[in-house]
């Protein structure tokens, strides 16, 4: 089992993941969500690795691990034996499953709930999501970088605690 579910599901939930997070999300919205959360925005590097780099290199190994795919075998006193066709089958199976039930749950979610219109709203954050102190909520509706200054006037130290990140600030 290690075979199957360590490589080919982890990586494909990895391109799918990034590729959310840019094209349905946006990337700009998730910019502007870290930069609320941690005071910086993230560098253009960071934005092209998630954006570029990082769903082509996940879709490559997986499209190598395709091409360069041997059956899994065992080591029994020195024999090598290859497992029965109905334990590979089952290792693909368990390994489809967590990349299966992506597009099943959203297909059902379509399909109960009107299709088209609920996509697009499933896309977009709730209504409650935000900084929790009113004020700051306030500003943050109305321009989401405007929040920083508030923030820093509540806590003067804000996306100040981490050492790493105070030793970059400082050079």
């Not at 360590?6 to 700009?28: D, K, Q, R």
């Not at 879709?59 to 090598?80: H, R, W």
Request: glycine share 8%.
């Amino acid at each position: 089992m290690d075979q199957y579910v360590g490589g080919f599901a982890l990586l494909a939930i990895g391109v799918l993941e990034t590729v959310v997070i840019c094209y349905v999300y946006g990337l700009n919205r998730f910019s502007s969500d870290l930069e609320l959360m941690f005071g910086v925005r993230p560098s253009i590097f960071w934005r092209a690795t998630w954006c570029f780099f990082v769903p082509v290199l996940l879709t490559v190994i997986i499209i190598l691990n395709g091409v360069f795919y041997k059956e899994v075998t065992y080591n029994l006193n020195g024999k090598i034996i290859e497992y029965p066709m109905w334990a590979t089958i089952v290792g693909w199976i368990v390994a489809s499953l967590p990349i299966v039930a992506v597009p099943v749950h959203m297909l059902i979610q379509y399909c109960s709930l009107g299709g088209w219109h609920v996509f697009k709203n499933t896309m977009k954050p709730v209504d409650d999501w935000g900084p929790s102190d009113p004020d700051v909520r306030r500003e943050y509706g109305k321009n989401p970088l405007a929040v920083l200054p508030i923030l820093q006037k509540i806590d003067p130290d804000a996306g100040h605690e981490n050492e790493a990140y105070d030793a970059v600030d400082r050079v």
